[in-house]
């Protein structure tokens, strides 16, 4: 494509008005959701709506502005404000909230009531049946949970810090306070992979015996969502932390589904019982994936292994080339529940190897990408469990407007470029009379 074409291209993008539409398309209600959060702050003496400070930290975040005094400076225009409006439904709105203002707000604001407007997008879109092709076997959509962290300190920050001792180069030991945050993504497609709950580790008070860990926050994560979402058919996906018989049984007691990484070392009497079913001589089946590698499988290993949850075992292998030329063999091996067959052999493989979206799709993107959910927007600790499910929520938003776009792919388009595209038309494109019927009226939206 030439310059001149791209140029002609970018003209027919409406920037920040597509994104309104698309964010009005899929959730028409937002504004209620949001409205309808419990507001802390005491009514006699607020300036802004809920609307107008949700959908403020919402913009700061698919804009991509970092920090809040970026946000502050960027946003200070006529075009910003009178969008803001639109967005908010505040007509009486004559300026751009302060960062303070936000934060304030944020430090006071329950995560709980963000976590519920989350909850009810995500149901939203599992009821509008709009990725009902992308579940496991025509039937269990796919959760991947994972843990990451997301601000570390050398002093003290609170009492709910998590605490490690490590050594410096030169030998000296140095105490480092952090927050830990375990993050659970249900996969709707393979470009819209999108946060369903959150669990942040961390300890009680300063003064416990053991400190909090990602095993015992997937307890807590998994027992949300079973209350939260009690008849989704589901299925549980993790690296090999979450490979024991437990977290299994948790599982089971909740009539999901799993499917796990399995290493050597951590279910080594399942990995020699697979071994061992291997060498007895079990069926392999060639050809699978874009990588034409090998496949095999055993069901109920854990018979052999001397387990009591259901453990069925399955493998694949390809052959590839390293830098320096040399062949070299990549080896998977998972473990599920979901009985393996001739048929089912590939797909199953194929979601096993997803497992990474949540790490690169997820907390890749938005560590190093557009979010950069590790810089510090406020120090109180309950105002940055709400930055960082803000951040979430606008993730949401942001990926169905990428997966909708149809100038995106066209141009070759990076999630960084495209969010510089947004905050180019947020501060300088007007939105008339003749958009917001564009946004509001009943438009048929198209995903990949």
Known sequence: MKKRDKREKKKKNRGIVDFMMVTNHFFHSLNEWISEMNDPRNQSYITYKQTDLAYLTILKNVCGQYTMR???ENFNEENCIDTLRIMSGNRN???????DTLNYYLERLSP??????????????IRGKHFNRGRLQGKYWRIII????LFCFHEKHCDNCLCSTKKTEDGKKVKLYYHKVLEAKIVFSDNVVISLGTEFIENENEDVSKQDCEINAAKRLLARIKK???RLPICIQGDALYATEPFMRQCREYRWKYLLTQKETRQKNLSEGFEWIKAGGIEHYPGLCKENGNGCYANHVEEVAGKQEIMNVFEYEYESRNKEGKRRTIRFQWITNIELTKRNLEEMIKAGRGRWKIENEGFNNQKNGLYRIEHLNSRNGNAMKNHYLFTQIADILMQLYLAWNPYVKELKQSIKNTSSWLLESFRRQTVTKEDVQYITRYTTVYLE
């Open 146 to 149: 994972d843990g990451t962290g």
């Open 70 to 72: 970026q946000m502050e």
């Open 112 to 125: 709980e009531c963000l976590a519920g407007v989350r909850r009810k997008m995500v149901t939203s879109l």
């Open 93 to 99: 709105l004559e300026e751009m909230p302060h960062y």
């Open 228 to 230: 939260e979402y009690p």
